[in-house]
């Protein structure tokens, strides 16, 4: 089974430019999550669809984050315009969450971002 | 957003050694979550924990869900090379299935 895909895999921007991110969760997968994670700390929740709709973007900067789940598969994140300390690993994680599944997330990779 | 508390927050032991490492809440979870980062990629889940008191292994790694539902175990036995990264604890509460996650114990193994 193919896990969680992420693209690209490192990202170097100038503060104030643009970036996205692309994610592919596991096939079948109905919860897909972004998470920031800062050197030396956890990862943290940044937004949660479930299939398309969004679950929880409470921790997410909406001046200058936005995520999208069009289709319920594919989602992309996007930071504009960039600030220093949005420099960080962006994670994508999926799980299946149906009725009676106990929610285990599983990772991407990662998308490395550093902003000068 | 909540953060777990893991201790300690670095390990240097030798090849061989048992490991011992905690995760700590102020809030009441149903599921914990056990994942390893190596330098460079994702978390990649070890054990997952449903129920308080529950005790899981995975090859030479056991976990266990406190009998508080506040707190979680993880033990490596007979550690190797390979056991070197970053452990994290994630918990959730099951509502809406938002995991938190705890702030990472480092290992290092020294051969």
């Known amino acids: 089974e193919a896990g969680v895909a992420q693209s690209p895999r490192y990202k170097i921007i100038e503060k104030r430019q643009s970036v996205a991110f692309w994610c592919n969760p596991i096939?079948?997968?109905?919860?897909l999550y972004w998470y920031q994670q800062i050197l030396g700390q956890g990862p943290k929740l940044l937004i949660q669809f479930q299939n398309n709709g969004v679950v929880d973007d409470s921790q997410l900067p909406k001046d200058r984050f936005s995520a999208e789940r069009l289709k319920g598969v594919d989602s992309t994140l996007k930071i504009q315009p960039a600030k220093l300390e949005d420099s960080a690993v962006y994670l994508c994680?999926?799980?299946?969450?149906?009725?009676?599944?106990?929610?285990?997330?599983?990772f991407g990779p990662g998308t490395r971002l550093t902003v000068t | 957003g909540q953060q777990l508390n893991q201790s300690p927050q670095s390990m240097f032991i030798q090849e061989g050694e048992d490991v011992s490492m905690n995760c700590t809440s102020s809030s009441i979870f149903n599921t914990w979550l056990w994942y390893k980062q190596d330098p460079g990629e994702g978390p990649v889940l070890l054990i997952a924990?449903?129920?308080?008191?529950e005790l899981t292994s995975n090859g030479r790694l056991t976990a266990q869900f406190g009998i508080t539902r506040k707190d979680s175990f993880l033990n490596i036995s007979a550690s190797i090379p390979s056991d070197v990264g970053i452990y994290f604890c994630a918990g959730s509460s099951n509502t809406g299935n938002q995991f938190y996650f705890g702030t990472g114990t480092s290992l290092t193994v020294i051969p």
């Open positions: 924990l449903y129920k308080a008191g």
């Open positions: 994680a999926s799980s299946l969450n149906l009725v009676g599944h106990r929610g285990e997330q599983y």
């Open positions: 096939s079948g997968h109905a919860t």
